[in-house]
């Protein structure tokens, strides 16, 4: 169930277990969402079977996966809940009713609105990346969390396997010798770095000039499906002509945060999982309102310096770097997963229990299917 393309990317990672096995066969639909605009695109591209939502709710299927809440209770079907990004970390969007004044309410990991609805728990079962995410569950949604199951995260088995193809992947982004990539960063919301602080990205062209400098930018999805790719090319059009790199949805932005020297970020998950590679991450915005105290995104902002609107952007990268603390930034990592290594694996278990069906012999693999 993939209502968003980020969510397409996710459930990419989870359904990849089932390589080889022919007695399941997976096909995806798209709840709708404000937010779907490019997932049809997407899920063409990928080659999948497509199944209409009105079929979908239609019909009986032997489990659905989605990391998303949208349409979650609509379908005949047990139904297994990722996270879509790197842990539980953000306010989860909700609908927006008619209204005089907003009530500020707390960051809630899993809103219990969702996971229970008719006096039923939707989901059959929860898997999260991290032990501590049973804590925020408990303060959540407590009678949920029998349901939950710690997995791991794909992002973070990828990115930490990937530390040792560096040099390769920056070669393989034609990165010169000695050439500095920093990578910014920004999630959807009105806090997000193009959000709140759009300015940044000026000074980053303006100060860090090509090609002692390479500056490539990372939109999530959801901004993209909110404002069009048309619309964020426009938008970005003269930094672009001064040389940032704008990225597509599709594209495989990991590779950038590994090859990177400096990663300029918010509380995304992208943000975050570069905490994995062993660079500087610093924040050229925040949005603290809309992330959960206890979350791996908390931790960081702790740790992690910002980029100031009036100091040089060149100095400040080069104080980051020569202050940087690789041990507190893993302790911040190792927040993602408290299964290393383990996603793919655990994810089988999982999912091959839920549907009552012996697992392969053959090792799980994590990442899209061939």
Avoid at 35 to 40: F, K, S, T
Avoid at 60 to 72: P, W
């Amino acid at each position: 169930m993939a209502p968003t393309m980020t969510s397409v990317r996710r459930l990419l990672d989870v359904a990849a277990v089932f390589a080889g096995d022919l007695r399941v066969q997976t096909v995806f639909t798209a709840p709708p969402d404000v937010l779907g605009h490019g997932v049809e695109a997407m899920l063409g591209g990928l080659g999948v079977r497509v199944v209409p939502w009105r079929t979908a709710v239609a019909a009986r299927y032997d489990l659905a996966i989605s990391a998303n809440y949208r349409g979650i209770a609509e379908v005949d079907a047990p139904v297994v809940l990722f996270a879509h990004g790197a842990s539980r970390n953000k306010r989860v969007r909700q609908g927006h009713g008619r209204g005089s004044l907003r009530i500020p309410a707390p960051v809630q990991a899993f809103p219990r609105s969702l996971l229970i609805q008719n006096d039923m728990l939707v989901p059959s079962a929860i898997a999260v990346g991290h032990e501590h995410e049973l804590a925020m569950l408990a303060d959540d949604c407590p009678e949920a969390l029998p349901l939950a199951r710690v997995v791991g995260d794909p992002c973070y088995d990828r990115l930490i396997a990937g530390r040792a193809r560096r040099a390769e992947l920056r070669r393989s982004l034609a990165l010169e010798p000695g050439q500095k990539l920093v990578v910014a960063t920004s999630t959807w919301t009105g806090s997000s770095l193009l959000g709140s602080a759009p300015y940044q990205l000026d000074r980053l062209v303006e100060q860090l000039p090509a090609p002692e400098y390479r500056i490539v930018l990372l939109i999530h999805p959801n901004a993209v499906a909110a404002h069009s790719a048309y619309q964020l090319r426009v938008w970005l059009s003269y930094l672009a002509a001064r040389g940032l790199i704008l990225t597509r949805p599709e594209d495989d932005w990991e590779q950038y945060v590994l090859a990177a020297d400096y990663v300029v970020g918010d509380h995304g998950s992208v943000t975050l999982y570069s905490s994995t590679v062993g660079v500087p991450v610093l924040l050229g915005a925040f949005g603290e309102a809309d992330v959960h105290h206890g979350s791996a995104s908390a931790a960081l902002a702790e740790i992690a310096p910002r980029l100031v609107p009036l100091a040089p952007v060149r100095e400040q990268l080069e104080h980051a770097g020569a202050q940087f603390d690789a041990a507190a930034m893993d302790r911040v990592a190792r927040l993602i997963s408290s299964e290393p290594g383990g996603f793919a694996r655990h994810t089988r278990n999982l999912l091959y229990g839920m549907l009552r069906l012996s697992r392969p012999a053959t090792p799980a693999l994590f990442g899209e299917a061939a």
